[in-house]
């Protein structure tokens, strides 16, 4: 099992930037894909971004695509999430996702994640 804490939320005007940061234990970094996912009230869970266990492979929704940044630090043992141009239909409750699966690219299917963070709120006002 992945231990997952986020951190990095707040509230923040339309236009700025937050990142989100992820402290993963329990488990071999590098061995991991790392998800982030997001829920908005009144709506169901949806994913976000995605990177592989290298690193060298990221993929994202199109909602957030040039926009946001995922990255990762395999020393560290975090994995990050940049959020430039924020919007207020970004707030939402941020989750980051953990796949044990060994998978060769990373997934945006909620299924795919067996561990998942206690999350981490993101307000932006209009």
């Known amino acids: 099992q992945v231990q997952l804490v986020e951190s990095g939320g707040g509230l923040v005007q339309a236009g700025g930037s937050l990142r989100l940061s992820c402290a993963a234990s329990?488990?071999?970094?590098?061995?991991?894909?790392m998800g982030w996912f997001r829920q908005a009230p009144g709506k169901e869970r949806e994913f976000v971004a995605a990177?592989?266990?290298?690193?060298?492979?990221?993929v994202y929704a199109d909602s957030v695509k040039g926009r946001y940044t995922i990255s990762r630090d395999n020393a560290k043992n975090t994995v990050d999430l940049q959020m430039n141009s924020l919007k207020p239909e970004d707030t939402a409750l941020y989750y980051c996702a953990a796949d044990r699966g060994l998978r060769f690219s990373p997934g945006t299917s909620e299924s795919l994640y067996e561990d998942w963070g206690q999350g981490s709120q993101v307000t932006v006002s209009s």
């Open positions: 990177i592989s266990r290298s690193g060298d492979r990221t």
């Open positions: 329990g488990r071999t970094f590098s061995r991991l894909v």
